[in-house]
């Protein structure tokens, strides 16, 4: 698997993630959506990587398995003194907005942080990710790639939520219902049966291999 955000274009492998994709230019046709393919291919991998719960939520000793707040990982963010760590935090919290605020989008409109935080969150990380990766001709990230996630994050949600609701992504009643208890309440308890439930192994992988 290739990184996602690296200066090819989308090669998929396998049904899932050739579902991904085709699902997802469909939508950003209907919507008339200005989506390059290095950015669909971006979001292809990333949907691929974090609908496996394991990769979204994080282990911490003190709380169990969760995701930090957007805004403690702004903080890490900001005050990183490594350039490296800086970029990965700033990714790490423009996917985690875009995944959570394309795919829960009816669940954060009951939330005091609404759908909007999250958009300004997710698209200023893209985009100061984006001024970092300027003139790093070592990376394999594309500064291009997180400056059109920047300008067009809201957009991008939306084509997340259409394409959510019609793929199986939310077709798993159950599941649904856990990521929202966890999104109300963000109890590590609840990410555990996340984890143990697994949207790989219980949706999503299963109906969209042959």
């Not at 760590?85 to 996917?95: F, K, Q, V």
């Not at 990380?125 to 070592?138: I, P």
């Not at 939306?158 to 929202?180: I, P, T």
């Amino acid at each position: 698997m290739f990184d996602n955000a690296s200066n090819k274009t989308l090669t998929t492998t396998g049904c899932v993630k050739d579902y991904f994709y085709q699902s997802l230019n469909k939508v950003c046709e209907r919507r008339s959506t200005d989506a390059s393919d290095s950015s669909l291919a971006y979001i292809v991998n990333l949907l691929d990587q974090y609908v496996r719960v394991d990769q979204l939520f994080e282990w911490n000793q003190d709380t169990g398995y969760g995701l930090q707040p957007l805004a403690l990982m702004y903080g890490e963010a900001v005050n990183a003194r490594d350039e490296q760590y800086r970029i990965s935090a700033l990714r790490r919290l423009g996917d985690v907005a875009l995944f959570i605020s394309g795919l829960f989008v009816t669940s954060l409109v009951r939330k005091p942080v609404d759908v909007n935080y999250y958009i300004k969150m997710g698209g200023g990380a893209y985009g100061w990710l984006s001024e970092s990766l300027q003139g790093q001709s070592r990376s394999s990230l594309n500064p291009d790639v997180f400056r059109e996630l920047s300008q067009q994050f809201g957009e991008f949600v939306g084509v997340l939520d259409e394409f959510a609701d019609a793929s199986s992504l939310r077709s798993n009643q159950d599941m649904l219902k856990l990521y929202e208890q966890w999104l109300s309440s963000s109890d590590p308890a609840i990410a555990s049966k996340l984890l143990k439930t697994g949207v790989e192994s219980n949706g999503t992988e299963k109906k969209l291999t042959h």
